[in-house]
């Protein structure tokens, strides 16, 4: 794991004895008592570190050392903070008295020293304590400490309120809601002042700073947002870029929670409705904290004033996003405050929507505006993951507001896996909504279900990144309906994979090309004849039909595929869903549509693409389902038993699907019975017996096909046992099994044989017969052993009062209980 080197000097800090560490410890004091820290201090640092992490214990540090480290939190040279901040959080958690300490000196806070104090905050009371000492810092004005202290106070908040929101007591809670406003609504409207390059003219009449202007470069005359531009700008306005980035946090975490301030909600209502007429803004002078700067017009009406803080700043940051939607139709001069305008208005949708899951009555004001973004975003899929926020506006509230959602759908469903399947930040954020969603998709939104050969286009493209998502979506995705089209889509995935690979490449390669890899596939992918084949494989919607005709002339077109990587990780991912989709089935299928189910395996097993490997799984695991099917409604058996039958009479089969081969002769031997099914005839048992019986005696009397193994030991064995069951049952037929176990005694005496070339397996399949024949002797017997009752198989004496151990389970519970 490390180097040789590496593991020397872990060797060396963890042996380093106590006497030479307290050495060093009084070195690096001395080192940084000096004015000045050169490249030994900072290798002295990094040591101490290496010492202190490199033990399971922790370390005390020296009392000046403490000290000295503390300070070095604050010193101009970032790295210096780093060290010094990693070694403190390496030691004993600090004192009491060393921490109020820290906690005083939060107007020199910076991000590593944050870190430092909340890693060594070592019960709630520390926190509580901290939170209040930032609040206080919060309060003061700009001229009281360094411009930059606020701007790391707000994330040490968001942090503690991530992993401890308890520790925000109601009056934490009511301050920062106030200062939260004042920042958001009430930031200065002119630009920070620029730093002056000196000169003749430099002094106090130089040119005072200009108001902030919009990203088009028009003067703004609004309130400023994180959308407005300027030279500088001043700490207020930098703190309304903070309190818009923890914004959605807060309010998702706070305002669900009754204050005891709330007002009466018919009163509520009313004030909402009296704001809700008009979207202009009218004067209010007043900020939420006295002292707090006031530098505009406010754009609001003065009744929001009578709300309490936290439905204040619900009203503000309503405000506030409505002003980022309005300057985000404003045509940006420069391509980063383009993708900065999208980034905006994610967060404003959000916002929008946490403030209206908190007050419906805000719904009726916002839908409009929603709507109308919608209307203009929609056209153009470069705002893909702004409309994702959107879609989740409308799902949460659509019903609320009586408006029609099918467009927003359609575009979620429709144009964004079909066209952008290869964005992986959209594929991520688009499974994450649907998994952050699931129950409302699936009760709200039929599209959904009917979306599936879409979705998966996600999948095929880039299996590994989102296979994840798809094991929590796919349940949801099997429906009575939708089952036997979703089985033939998740077997075609690969199919699908090399398709959509073929798409980009068709639209990239000019058509003329010739001499590169994958043109042959990309000429069919063209050519009129199939593409009919392909646009079946890119179909938006479930619908058109389970599958295809003509699947192994689609398997031949895509056969140079079979070795594309993206193609292989893909198959690679199809075991584990199907896995998936047939254990959801079993919950969802009668047994008409689970009867379907084992035709598409049996008829799918030999309509795969050809990947060696991604064959052999599929197989196994037709094989392991087909087992659990017929265990849990053995009536298949006799409802599909003519496929059965001319699957297993297909000699071929025995050498090209050994595993699902095998299966469905155990199958047919196993549950082809009258105690299965009272619709199981004499004539039914026969009439496998013979097809059964025919399939051994040409397996073992002729070597195997050109290019083909011989049979393996357990078909032959399988196959032998399933004769045996049908006879034990007819017993017409056991001198026709025992005939055929006498014969293959006699022929295997000779030495080895042409359709076995193993001397241990040949042994095993004698044995096998062997044992067989000598219980077909007696049929009586030989039914009790190859098909023993049910209450054989799973027995229950401890249930069962007729039986003696019941009685004596229930007298040795009473003699070890006390009474």
């Known amino acids: 794991m490390y180097s040789h080197g590496s593991e020397s000097l872990i060797k060396q800090a963890r042996e380093i004895q106590e006497s030479e560490l307290q050495k060093f410890y009084s070195r690096l004091v001395k080192l940084l008592q000096g004015k000045e820290f050169g490249h030994e201090t900072i290798d002295?640092?990094?040591?101490?570190?290496?010492?202190?992490?490199?033990?399971?214990?922790?370390?005390?540090?020296?009392?000046?050392?403490q000290k000295r480290l503390l300070s070095l939190l604050s010193s101009p040279l970032e790295q210096l903070q780093v060290l010094s901040s990693a070694v403190l959080r390496e030691t004993l958690p600090l004192s009491g008295q060393e921490l109020n300490h820290n906690q005083d000196n939060t107007s020199q806070l910076n991000t590593h020293a944050a870190?430092?104090?909340?890693?060594?905050?070592?019960?709630?009371?520390?926190?509580?304590?901290?939170?209040?000492?930032?609040?206080?810092?919060?309060?003061?004005?700009?001229?009281?400490?360094?411009?930059?202290?606020?701007?790391?106070?707000?994330?040490?908040?968001?942090?503690?309120?991530?992993?401890?929101?308890?520790?925000?007591?109601?009056?934490?809670?009511?301050?920062?809601?106030?200062?939260?406003?004042?920042?958001?609504?009430?930031?200065?409207i002119t630009q920070g002042g620029v730093t002056s390059s000196g000169g003749f003219f430099t002094g106090p009449r130089s040119r005072q700073p200009g108001p902030i202007a919009e990203l088009d470069g028009t003067v703004s005359g609004d309130f400023f947002t994180v959308l407005c531009v300027g030279q500088g700008f001043t700490e207020d306005q930098w703190m309304n870029v903070y309190s818009f980035s923890m914004l959605r946090h807060w309010l998702l975490t706070y305002h669900s929670v009754s204050s005891g301030h709330a007002a009466?909600?018919?009163?509520?209502?009313?004030?909402?409705?009296?704001?809700?007429?008009?979207?202009?803004?009218?004067?209010?002078?007043?900020?939420?904290?006295?002292?707090?700067?006031?530098?505009?017009?406010?754009?609001?009406?003065?009744?929001?004033?009578?709300?309490?803080?936290?439905?204040?700043?619900?009203?503000?940051?309503?405000?506030?996003?409505?002003?980022?939607?309005?300057?985000?139709?404003?045509?940006?001069?420069?391509?980063?405050?383009?993708?900065?305008?999208?980034?905006?208005?994610?967060?404003?949708?959000?916002?929008?929507?946490?403030?209206?899951?908190?007050?419906?009555?805000?719904?009726?004001?916002?839908?409009?505006?929603?709507?109308?973004?919608?209307?203009?975003?929609?056209?153009?899929?470069?705002?893909?993951?702004?409309?994702?926020?959107?879609?989740?506006?409308?799902?949460?509230?659509?019903?609320?507001?009586?408006?029609?959602?099918?467009?927003?759908?359609?575009?979620?469903?429709?144009?964004?896996?079909?066209?952008?399947?290869?964005?992986p930040f959209l594929a991520h954020e688009?499974?994450?909504?649907?998994?952050?969603?699931?129950?409302?998709?699936?009760?709200?939104?039929?599209?959904?279900?009917?979306?599936?050969?879409?979705?998966?286009?996600?999948l095929a493209w880039d299996s590994p990144a989102v296979v994840d998502d798809f094991v929590d979506l796919l349940p949801s995705l099997v429906t009575a309906e939708t089952a036997v089209e979703l089985l033939h889509t998740l077997l075609d995935l690969p199919c699908l994979s090399a398709t959509l690979v073929l798409q980009l490449r068709s639209a990239c390669l000019p058509i003329?090309?010739?001499?590169?890899?994958?043109?042959?596939?990309?000429?069919?992918?063209?050519?009129?004849?199939?593409?009919?084949?392909?646009?079946?494989?890119?179909?938006?919607?479930?619908?058109?039909?389970?599958?295809?005709?003509r699947l192994s002339k689609l398997h031949d077109l895509l056969a140079e595929a079979a070795d594309w990587p993206r193609v292989i990780q893909c198959a690679q991912t199809v075991?584990?869903?199907?896995?998936?989709?047939?254990?959801?089935?079993?919950?969802?299928?009668?047994?008409?549509?689970?009867?379907?189910?084992?035709?598409?395996?049996?008829?799918?097993?030999?309509?795969?693409?050809?990947?060696?490997?991604?064959?052999?799984?599929?197989?196994?695991?037709?094989?392991?389902?087909?087992l659990r099917l017929c265990k849990l409604h053995p009536s298949l058996v006799v409802d599909q038993s003519h496929e059965l039958l001319e699957f297993a009479g297909t000699t071929a089969n025995v050498y090209s699907k050994e595993e699902i081969y095998t299966h469905v002769v155990w199958v047919l031997g196993e549950y082809l019975s009258v105690s299965c099914d009272s619709r199981c005839s004499v004539r039914l048992i026969t009439s496998c017996f013979e097809t059964l019986e025919a399939v051994l005696f040409e397996?073992?009397?002729?070597?195997?096909?050109?290019?083909?193994?011989?049979?393996?030991?357990?078909?032959?064995?399988?196959?032998?046992?399933?004769?045996?069951?049908?006879?034990?049952?007819?017993?017409?037929?056991?001198?026709?099994?025992?005939?055929?176990?006498?014969?293959?005694?006699?022929?295997?005496?000779?030495?080895?044989?042409?359709?076995?070339?193993?001397?241990?397996?040949?042994?095993?399949?004698?044995?096998r017969g062997e044992e067989l024949w000598s219980l077909l002797k007696t049929p009586g017997v030989a039914q009790s052993v190859l098909t023993p009752p049910p209450h054989v198989t799973t027995p229950q004496w401890h249930r069962d009062t007729n039986m003696s151990m019941s009685l004596q389970l229930r007298t040795l519970t009473s003699l070890t209980h006390s009474q």
């Not at 699936?442 to 959904?448: A, G, M």
């Open 699 to 767: 397996i073992t009397s002729s070597a195997p096909p050109p290019g083909a193994v011989c049979p393996a030991p357990r078909v032959v064995t399988t196959l032998m046992s399933a004769l045996a069951k049908l006879a034990s049952r007819s017993h017409d037929l056991i001198p026709r099994v025992s005939l055929f176990l006498s014969k293959l005694r006699t022929v295997t005496r000779g030495g080895s044989v042409v359709w076995c070339s193993d001397e241990e397996d040949l042994v095993a399949i004698v044995t």
């Open 575 to 626: 075991p584990v869903l199907l896995h998936i989709f047939f254990n959801t089935a079993v919950t969802v299928a009668d047994e008409k549509l689970l009867a379907h189910l084992i035709l598409v395996m049996l008829e799918r097993s030999s309509l795969l693409l050809n990947i060696h490997t991604y064959i052999k799984e599929i197989h196994r695991v037709f094989s392991c389902h087909l």
């Open 512 to 549: 003329s090309e010739s001499g590169r890899r994958g043109l042959l596939s990309l000429d069919a992918f063209r050519s009129t004849s199939s593409r009919g084949l392909f646009l079946f494989l890119l179909r938006m919607e479930a619908g058109s039909g389970d599958t295809i005709d």
């Open 44 to 65: 002295s640092l990094q040591r101490l570190h290496l010492i202190l992490s490199a033990t399971k214990y922790t370390r005390a540090l020296p009392a000046e050392l």
């Open 430 to 458: 688009l499974l994450r909504f649907l998994r952050q969603n699931l129950e409302s998709l699936q009760l709200r939104v039929p599209q959904y279900t009917r979306s599936f050969p879409n979705l998966l286009k996600f």
């Open 115 to 188: 870190a430092l104090l909340l890693s060594q905050a070592g019960s709630k009371a520390d926190l509580s304590s901290l939170c209040a000492q930032l609040l206080r810092s919060l309060e003061s004005r700009q001229s009281d400490g360094p411009a930059h202290s606020l701007a790391h106070t707000l994330p040490v908040l968001n942090t503690i309120l991530t992993h401890s929101p308890e520790c925000l007591t109601e009056d934490h809670l009511t301050l920062l809601s106030k200062k939260l406003v004042d920042w958001l609504r009430y930031a200065s």
């Open 264 to 423: 009466d909600t018919a009163n509520r209502l009313q004030l909402s409705l009296s704001l809700s007429h008009s979207h202009s803004f009218s004067n209010d002078d007043r900020s939420e904290v006295d002292g707090s700067v006031v530098s505009m017009v406010s754009a609001t009406s003065s009744s929001s004033r009578l709300l309490p803080p936290k439905e204040r700043l619900r009203e503000k940051a309503f405000q506030y996003c409505l002003r980022l939607i309005e300057q985000s139709d404003r045509k940006a001069n420069k391509r980063t405050d383009t993708e900065l305008q999208k980034a905006c208005l994610v967060e404003a949708v959000c916002i929008l929507d946490s403030v209206c899951v908190e007050d419906a009555s805000l719904v009726y004001r916002t839908f409009p505006c929603v709507k109308a973004l919608f209307g203009r975003l929609s056209s153009d899929l470069s705002f893909a993951r702004v409309l994702l926020p959107i879609a989740q506006f409308y799902l949460n509230h659509g019903e609320v507001a009586a408006v029609d959602c099918e467009c927003v759908w359609k575009l979620v469903f429709g144009r964004f896996p079909a066209e952008l399947f290869s964005d």
